[in-house]
């Protein structure tokens, strides 16, 4: 007999719980996500009882074009109907000009990429290359930093729960308080290679550094010899309302890491870019780091799409201007409950609305899903709800989400009143 939608739900839980990941499944479930996703398109996502949500949460960043967006599926059905993967001994076209677009965008013209998968590679990427190009392994990393979970990526990181049941990680990194230029000058000696920081950190909670920290950082980096990655995979691609997190400080990194919106939300695309100096390094063994799928041409046509669409449609300053209609109401939110919402931050469409309890911030996210709204808490500190939407999120959508996220908290309030 065929299965009905509530036993195909019930039995795709099952295979999470038998075959992938109990502990995650029970996590979804206490979120109120206790549903199968079926479909999505531009900023909803349908489960398979027809329901439909709307996407705050945006795949954690990789949804700045929304999901499936018209430009990057034609690119890359097209690229899929003439050649989807590389031979990898004939040049490519769509690598080539992907490479040749980040160095005419990034911050300084980062001249060189490399092309790999996932975020946390890219970093991986990027602390070998400083390694490669100072020969000195020490790094300085953020408290509450978030750069992946490969053991490299990990190392840099900063909550201690991911880690520690690893150690030992990479030797020579250490950690200072994110945001204080003083702390990073007593960090850095002579055996530091490199200095990683996220221009606003996503996962700590959505955290923005004082104005002058960034200027202050490279400052200090070249008065050291020390490099500065600055990890974009979360900011990037007109997430904060500029196209790239460190510009609004006007600080130039030496690497720069990408990844999320850089497939277009629709292929897994990733990159460390790097100034022609550093690359240098790279040179004599072309072979040194290398990736089998790193660059494949159907990524890369998906990059290249998103690329041209987000600077086209000039999506980074969609992302400010609303960014701050979600602000100003969450903000005046936060002063009708001050004792629920303790802080509200946030730069274009990156924003994050702390709660004084986790509990406070699960029971939100689970009113948010009632009314079909999407959204998570931040991973380095579950007190804080993001709220990454699509850039292409209409002000009627952004409307929609916020009444549903000011009756979210409502009703949170309220069941921990009748629980107290
Ligand atoms: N760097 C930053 C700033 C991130 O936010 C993330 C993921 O959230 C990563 C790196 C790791 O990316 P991935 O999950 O693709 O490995």
Redesign the pocket.
Known sequence: MKENVEQRIERVIEEYVEHLNPGLASLLKFLGFDTVESQAEGVFVWDVRGEKYLDCLGG??VFTLGHRHPRVVAAVQAQLARQPMSSRVLFNEVQAELAALLAEVTPGNLQYSFFC???????EGALKLARLYTGKPGLVAAEG??????LG?LSVSGREKYKEPFRPLLPGVKHVPFGEVEALAQAIDEETGAVIL?PI???AGVIIPPEDYWPQVRELCDAHGVLLIA?????GLGRTGKMFGVEHSGAVPDIM?L??ALGGGVM?L?AFSATAQVWEAMIPNPLLHSSTWGGNPLACAAGLAALRTTLEEDLPRRAAILGEMFLTRLRALQERYPEVVTEVRGRGLMIGIEFREEDLAGLTIAGLAQRRVLAAYT?NNPTVIRLQPPLIITEAQADQALTAFEEAVAQAVELVRELD
Not at 231 to 235: A, G, P, S
Request: negative net charge; charged residues 25%; proline residues 3%.
């Open positions: 954690f960043g998968n996932s975020g946390a590679e890219a970093v930093a978030f750069h992946g979970k490969t990526a996220e950190q996503g996962e990890d974009e995979v979360q900011t890491t990844a999320k897994p990733a991973l």
